[in-house]
């Protein structure tokens, strides 16, 4: 389950990122969870909760977005969503979540039909800020 290893590499960023202080001075710790990740939102909320155990800090601090997959026409620079292309199903979405540049293979821009596009958003887990009570976000991405 990668979702217990991105949710242990989360907690220690954010350690890294406090430093030596208690985390009990967390406020939030905003996380976006791109689609093409393939995260199972609620492995990787246990998998937060197994980490933190100890910590003295909650998972209630922990604000989790979820991001489509999205592209841009490096020609016309439409933009579009994974979610309601057409023609895309399970196999591919699964092909494109082990390969995400295999997109190409399966979609072109709606509007111009050019195969020259990026993937645009999520991908990854990002870790998009921390932020301290009392204080300014110690870490914004």
Known sequence: MHEWALADAVVSTVEEKVGKR??????????RL????NIDR???VTGLKMM???????LEVFKIDMEEAG???NYCETEWKLNGYPGIGEDEREAIHFLPESAHAYMQCPKCGSSDFTVAAGRGVLIESIELNGQEPTYND
């Not at 208690?22 to 996380?31: D, P, T």
């Not at 791109?34 to 990740?37: D, N």
């Not at 933190?52 to 909650?58: F, P, S």
């Open 22 to 31: 208690n985390l009990s001075i967390l406020k939030e710790v905003h996380i």
């Open 34 to 37: 791109g689609e093409l990740q």
């Open 42 to 44: 609620e492995i990787f």
């Open 52 to 58: 933190l155990r100890g910590k003295q800090c909650g």
């Open 71 to 73: 592209f841009k026409c």
